[in-house]
């Protein structure tokens, strides 16, 4: 189902550009781009188009004008968005430390990062809104699960998606074992890629491990770790940073092996957790990287209003994007499926 207007911004063209094109890595290639192609927060106005019609159960059509206060100024008569104008705008809140006519790459990825994070709590905020039956400002599990009866949550079913399942992620979240999820708690239940709760992170890594562990021996061996996580590190690192400076496998398995048992546990995996579940913060940073390299123009590391200017399509080259962004096998996005 087409979706005239989504705020995702890391689309194809984002990966393929910077990527070597090597055959090898074509479906890892096309599997991070859809990964990618998330919602991305760059102008707040955006966002808060995109909530409004989505509050309001709205068609997301670009000629729509939506009433959201001071959004009328920036659409134009043909109900297009300005985004020369909304550029002009929103340069000298970038440009803040210090402000010298100059936006860093620090300075553009603390205003990503702080929209998507400001995203990711509008997110908790409705979902606690809607799941908080009783009113005391917490969601039990069953309030945010009422489809498991107390007969599955007793049989506790550890298979993916199940009641055991979500209970024990539940539990996770839960730091303070109240039984309910306060607001910080509830967010990294709904967002468990960006959560930095340790139990969180090794329930992640064991759900992985379950469906890449061939021999089903609760470690990864080399051949396992070569077919199901090496390329998909690669295809992050290699833009991360450059092709030449991304470890091989052999090295890479090497460095995760810390207790040298030609294995690797779901503990030494944790250093790489954000390249086998990205979370929107981690895209952020990637994002931030793919506009410095587009629209640097001169190479200083900095981005003036005029270069910005210049590109300011890619500040905005996602709000015609499809919602079919994701393949029935990208089971990174299984978790919020599940949702």
Not at 60 to 79: H, L, M, R, S, W
């Amino acid at each position: 189902m087409a979706k005239a207007m989504v705020y995702t911004f890391l689309a194809i063209a984002f990966i393929i550009f910077f990527l070597s094109p090597s055959k090898r890595h074509d479906h890892h290639r096309m599997c991070l781009n859809r990964r990618l192609a998330h919602k991305v927060s760059f102008d707040p106005l955006v966002s808060r188009i995109e909530r409004s019609t989505d509050d309001k159960g709205l068609s997301k059509n670009i000629t729509y004008v939506p009433e959201v206060d001071d959004a009328q100024e920036y659409f134009q008569d043909d109900g297009v968005l300005n985004t020369t104008l909304r550029l002009i705008i929103l340069f000298p809140l970038l440009d803040n430390a210090p402000k010298d006519g100059y936006i860093s790459a620090k300075e553009l990825e603390a205003w990503i990062s702080q929209h998507t994070i400001d995203r990711l709590s509008y997110g908790t905020y409705k979902a606690m809104f809607w799941h908080d039956k009783d009113g005391d400002g917490a969601i039990s599990f069953s309030e945010y699960l009422p489809q498991f009866s107390p007969k599955d949550i007793e049989k506790n079913s550890m298979a993916h998606g199940d009641a055991g399942w979500w209970m024990e992620q539940f539990k996770n979240a839960d730091v303070d074992s109240s039984g309910n999820l306060d607001f910080n708690e509830c967010k990294d239940f709904l967002h468990p890629e960006d959560s930095d709760n340790e139990e969180i992170q090794r329930w992640l890594l064991r759900d992985k491990m379950k469906r890449i562990d061939d021999d089903h021996d609760g470690k990864l061996n080399f051949s396992e770790f070569l077919l199901h996580v090496y390329n998909i590190y690669k295809s992050y690192a290699d833009f991360e940073n450059s092709p030449a400076l991304t470890p091989t496998a052999e090295q890479m398995f090497a460095q995760l092996d810390t207790d040298k048992d030609k294995k690797l546990s779901v503990e030494e995996l944790r250093p790489i957790l954000r390249y086998l579940h990205p979370g929107e913060l981690f895209y952020a940073k990637f994002f931030t990287r793919y506009l410095m390299r587009e629209a640097d123009d001169n190479k200083d590391g900095y981005l003036t209003l005029q270069e910005m200017l210049n590109h300011e399509s890619i500040f905005y080259n996602s709000l015609y994007e499809d919602d079919d962004v994701y393949d029935d096998d990208d089971d990174d996005n299984d978790y919020h499926d599940d949702l």
